[in-house]
């Protein structure tokens, strides 16, 4: 449930992106510690600018509006690189890449993204039989039974 300050932080980081299609919200999340959390993120990625301007008009209406009592740290940003994907808009960006699928049972499964619907997600996992090759398989995973997925980052 969204607080009264998280609903107006969302209006107006709409307000700003809302010429932007490419730009969307993750979360917004005030925390108890005073830190008041904004995620944007882009489908090809968000510019340093972009948080800069979503940042300032936040903050400047915050302000304006005496919307927070209390001292308060903003920080605008996109999830990090190890941040589990939350929206099905985040997987869609990420089709085509590896990631790692976690269970609520803890089971972990590997493949690649290879598609995204309203309910469940496709990869491609490599499935070895003893003594033969791995072979790929594709897998549908519906969401009901993800707890976490994370993009898994090569070096190669």
């Known amino acids: 449930m969204k607080t009264k300050v998280e609903k107006r932080v969302e209006e107006l980081v709409l307000e ?7 730009l969307f919200i993750v979360s917004i999340k005030m925390q108890s510690n005073g830190v008041l959390e904004i995620l944007v993120d ?25 919307v927070i009592e209390t001292a308060y740290r903003l920080e ?3 999830p990090g690189i190890d941040s589990p994907l939350i929206m099905i808009r985040q997987y869609k960006k990420n089709i085509g890449r590896n990631v ?20 469940n997600i496709t ?16 897998s549908v ?11 898994l980052i090569s070096f190669k």
């Open 16 to 22: 700003k992106i809302g010429d932007r299609e490419d």
């Open 42 to 66: 882009g489908d090809s990625g968000i510019a340093i600018d972009d948080c800069v301007k979503i940042s300032r008009h936040v903050g400047f209406h915050l302000e304006e509006e005496n």
């Open 76 to 78: 605008v940003s996109s």
């Open 100 to 119: 790692r699928v976690k269970n609520h049972e803890g089971e972990k499964r590997e493949g690649k993204l290879l598609n995204v619907t309203e309910s």
């Open 123 to 138: 990869i491609e996992e490599s499935k070895k039989e003893k003594g033969k090759k791995a072979v790929p398989v594709e």
């Open 141 to 151: 995973i519906p969401f009901e039974q993800i707890k976490e997925t994370k993009v």
